[in-house]
């Protein structure tokens, strides 16, 4: 059995699992990597090998482009690809042999789907698990950011809010509640508020989801418009970036780092950004100049920032960003825990196993 994998961190994970020649340095290497929440790795890739009669071992090609792709596929059965393109061209490149192409995700927008049912291909999709987490990180920071979460947590005594600077009161409760005592000032909702999702892949679709279950107007933007029905499903209208910053009260960034998405939040969005939006990154941080950034939190442009991860890792504590109330910033959460990923390959390939009997 020969499988093409994309070589990406996580996709690497297949190599150890199916194939006898891999290098004992990664197989150290994802010991270490899920060793605080799976201590007997070896034991758990034993269990699983023992359920894939059908791949099990396997010769696994690790390919970096789309040259090494074409290269790697003569004589292969299956291939796994998260944005490498699979299309006539990869098809004819193996062979005939070719059987499954598995896409690590769910939008198909790299493989020729039509090219694959006419050269009879299965095409297999995954929702993947830490995708899904990253979805509900952001929506997380959103909310804690929303509800002052992160700025009140703890405060219960008049003597804690007053040194953190609230005005804590006593109502008269023979004629109203004793709702927010406390007088804390500027929390809101997400209910009718406009979320903004730059990019609109796997992970932007899956905060949608969620924020449409919250009563959140929904815009996005990328390269390339979505199909009317998947915007539909959605919920989500489309407008360009600078409409998007414009109206938007919480703005979500989704992109993967490139030249070209490097600093696409600069000063220049940051100055047409709503005045008091809440901005949210749980992709890469380079996406937002950090000067830029830091300007705007301190002319009090932002209404709050949340970041995962951070820009350095590991990151200072006398970072100046973590001097602003209204920033939260975790350390590279947002797509924990690591069972995410094993859960995702363990259903990966026993349905690969399943396909390939």
């Known amino acids: 059995m020969i499988f093409v994998v994309e070589d990406d961190p996580f996709p690497r994970l297949l190599q150890v699992i199916l194939d006898p020649a891999a290098p004992a340095v990664r197989i150290a290497a994802f010991s270490h990597f899920f060793a605080h929440e799976l201590p007997d790795f070896s034991g758990w890739c034993e269990r699983l090998r023992a359920r894939l009669g059908n791949l099990h071992p396997a010769e696994?090609?690790?390919?970096?482009?789309?040259?090494?792709?074409?290269?790697?596929?003569?004589g292969a059965?299956?291939?796994?690809?998260?944005?490498?393109?699979?299309?006539?061209?990869?098809?004819?490149?193996?062979?005939?042999?070719?059987?499954?192409?598995?896409?690590?995700?769910?939008?198909?927008?790299n493989i020729d789907a039509a090219a694959c049912a006419r050269a009879g291909i299965r095409v297999l999709t995954l929702r993947r698990r830490a995708n899904i987490s990253c979805a509900e990180h952001a929506?997380?920071?959103?909310?804690?950011?929303?509800?002052?979460?992160?700025?009140?947590?703890?405060?219960?005594?008049?003597?804690q809010l007053q040194a953190a600077g609230y005005s804590p009161t006593r109502f008269d409760r023979a004629h109203t509640a004793n709702a927010n005592w406390a007088r804390i000032?500027?929390?809101?909702?997400?209910?009718?508020?406009?979320?903004?999702?730059?990019?609109?892949?796997?992970?932007?679709?899956e905060l949608a989801l969620r924020a449409a279950a919250f009563g959140?107007?929904?815009?996005?933007?990328?390269?390339?418009?979505?199909?009317?029905?998947?915007?539909?499903?959605?919920?989500?209208?489309?407008?360009?970036?600078?409409?998007?910053?414009?109206?938007?009260?919480?703005?979500?960034?989704?992109?993967?780092?490139?030249?070209?998405?490097?600093?696409?939040?600069?000063?220049?969005?940051?100055?047409?950004?709503?005045?008091?939006?809440?901005?949210?990154?749980?992709?890469?941080?380079?996406?937002?100049?950090?000067?830029a950034l830091l300007e705007a939190l301190q002319a009090g442009r932002l209404g709050g920032f949340g970041l995962d991860p951070h820009y350095d890792a590991p990151g200072r504590a006398d970072d100046p960003l973590l001097g602003f109330r209204n920033v939260i910033i975790t350390p590279h959460l947002a797509a924990a825990p690591r069972f995410n990923s094993?859960?995702?390959?363990?259903?990966?390939?026993?349905?690969?196993?399943?396909?390939?009997?």
């Open 60 to 74: 696994v090609r690790l390919v970096a482009d789309q040259a090494a792709l074409r290269a790697g596929l003569p």
């Open 77 to 109: 059965q299956a291939v796994v690809v998260e944005s490498l393109t699979v299309g006539e061209q990869e098809i004819a490149a193996a062979g005939g042999t070719l059987r499954l192409v598995q896409k690590y995700g769910t939008v198909l927008s």
């Open 139 to 159: 929506l997380a920071l959103m909310l804690a950011l929303a509800r002052k979460v992160h700025e009140t947590a703890g405060l219960v005594s008049i003597e």
């Open 185 to 205: 000032t500027g929390t809101r909702n997400l209910f009718r508020r406009q979320l903004g999702i730059v990019g609109l892949g796997e992970i932007g679709r």
């Open 216 to 291: 959140m107007r929904i815009v996005y933007t990328q390269r390339r418009r979505l199909a009317p029905h998947d915007e539909a499903r959605h919920a989500a209208s489309y407008a360009p970036l600078d409409e998007l910053l414009a109206g938007s009260d919480f703005v979500s960034l989704h992109l993967p780092s490139s030249d070209a998405t490097r600093g696409i939040i600069g000063r220049r969005e940051l100055g047409l950004i709503k005045q008091g939006a809440i901005l949210v990154n749980v992709s890469r941080p380079q996406l937002v100049d950090r000067d």
């Open 342 to 357: 094993l859960d995702d390959f363990e259903e990966l390939l026993l349905g690969l196993n399943h396909e390939l009997r």
